[in-house]
């Protein structure tokens, strides 16, 4: 009976260990409460990001450029130095998650236009940090996958780069596994 008890309660603790862990990946983001979108369009660079599987061919030089469009619609080209040293290009398309939310929460595409209308060609790009003078900027999404640090200038200085993880890990990114990108300039 004692093994049955014992084991039954290490069920339940394993269950409320994973709950736990599956509310904290749930957790909205907080993101910052507003953004002027044409102070924050222009070329960004990236600082540092969590690999994922659409910048594995970037070596370097990763750099981000936001163009407003019509009806609200934000262009996005992000470009990077292969392997090989030549420069790749993804143009895409950003708009506002929700109109009646705050207007840092945005979906990208990068999936042909024709697409746009199924919800699976569009990304989480919410902004969770920016600088007064929107020199730098730490966009994540809601399921901690992916994480980025951007600036205007192809390098951060070492405090705020830090300061900036910590307010990613005190919502729940594993940036341990941040990659710092490298740049030619």
């Known amino acids: 009976m004692n093994k049955r008890v014992l084991a039954a309660g290490l069920l339940l603790l394993c269950a409320a260990i994973l709950a736990k862990a599956e509310r904290k990946e749930k957790e909205a983001l907080r993101v910052v409460p507003s953004v002027d979108l044409p102070r924050y369009a222009g070329l960004w660079y990236e600082v540092a ?5 659409f910048e594995e061919k970037c070596a370097s030089d990763v750099t981000a450029e936001y163009t407003l469009e019509e009806m609200g619609r934000i262009r996005v080209a992000n470009r990077c130095r292969k392997k090989d040293g030549k420069m790749t290009e993804a ?29 699976a060609v569009w990304g989480d790009y919410q902004i969770i940090e920016l600088a007064p003078d929107y020199s730098y900027a730490v966009v994540g999404a809601p399921d901690r996958k992916y994480l980025w640090v951007l600036a205007r200038a192809p390098r951060l200085d070492e405090a705020t780069y830090l300061r900036l993880l910590e307010a990613a890990r005190s919502q729940g990114f594993d940036v341990s596994r941040m990659i710092r990108t490298q740049h030619g300039n």
């Not at 990001?49 to 599987?53: A, E, G, V």
């Not at 009646?100 to 199924?118: D, I, Y």
């Open 49 to 53: 990001r969590l690999p994922n599987r």
């Open 91 to 119: 143009v895409g398309e950003a708009k506002r998650a929700d109109k009646s939310g705050p207007n840092s929460q945005l979906k990208v595409r990068f999936a042909p236009g024709f697409l746009s209308f199924l919800p």
